[in-house]
């Protein structure tokens, strides 16, 4: 049986797999989960490693409102995500 985590603001039930996680909130906000490091930081690109993965933000007046060793919130006017597998 796979671990899952409740979420407490709705009932969503998210697997525990080392996954990265990615969470959208309109075109305003994202939270990010799996965080590795920042690759690149523009107000209109914002790059994150997610181990395997990277994921790119594109916006305008971009910039991470919370930053931890688990994970980031990115804010702005977010016009576009690529996510992309590292070699």
Do not use: W
Not at 19 to 33: A, K, R, T, W
Not at 77 to 83: A, G, K, P, T
């Amino acid at each position: 049986m796979k671990k899952t985590r409740n979420r407490k603001d709705r009932d969503i039930k998210i697997p525990l797999n080392n996954e990265p996680h990615i969470e959208i909130l309109g075109n305003s906000q994202c939270i990010v989960d799996g965080l590795k490091g920042v690759v690149e930081y523009k107000k209109e690109k914002i790059v994150i490693n997610l181990g395997k993965y990277y994921v790119s933000f594109h916006g305008d007046e971009l910039y991470i409102n919370s930053f931890s060793t688990e994970g980031a919130i990115v804010e702005g006017n977010i016009m576009s995500l690529e996510f992309s597998q590292y070699d």
